[in-house]
Nanobody, 114 residues
Framework: VQLQASGGGLAQAGGSLTLSCAAS????????ISWYRQAPGKRRKLIAK???????NVEDPVKGRFTISRDNTKNTVDLKMNNLKLEDTAVYYC?????????WGQGTLVTVSS
């Protein structure tokens, strides 16, 4: 499975960005495609998950500001980020997970400025 993350860039505080993760290859179901982020000097953390069967979850630190959506016909998972804050600055990674396999995409950098 290959994952291609895109959509990162520079945004102002209070602004919005949408990240997209395009998955390809031999994907078995059920699976989860998730977004993680890693801020400078910190460990990578899960922020949102979209399951192939329709279940989604957004973690508390970004709940209410970030939404995740998945299109199984296109094999894409989008992360819509609203009301961006300085602390959202990080490298964002998408991940494909099943109980027996896990793949990471290359990160996409999001920088939020004041």
């Amino acid at each position: 499975v290959q994952l291609q993350a895109s959509g990162g860039g520079l945004a102002q505080a209070g602004g919005s960005l949408t990240l997209s993760c395009a998955a390809s290859g031999s994907m078995k179901r059920p699976n989860d495609i998730s977004w993680y982020r890693q801020a400078p000097g910190k460990r990578r953390k899960l922020i949102a998950k979209a399951g192939s069967e329709g279940v989604t979850n957004v973690e508390d630190p970004v709940k209410g500001r970030f939404t995740i959506s998945r299109d199984n016909t296109k094999n894409t998972v989008d992360l819509k980020m609203n009301n961006l804050k300085l602390e959202d600055t990080a490298v964002y990674y998408c991940n494909y997970w099943r109980h027996d396999e896990s793949y990471w995409g290359q990160g996409t950098l999001v920088t939020v400025s004041s």
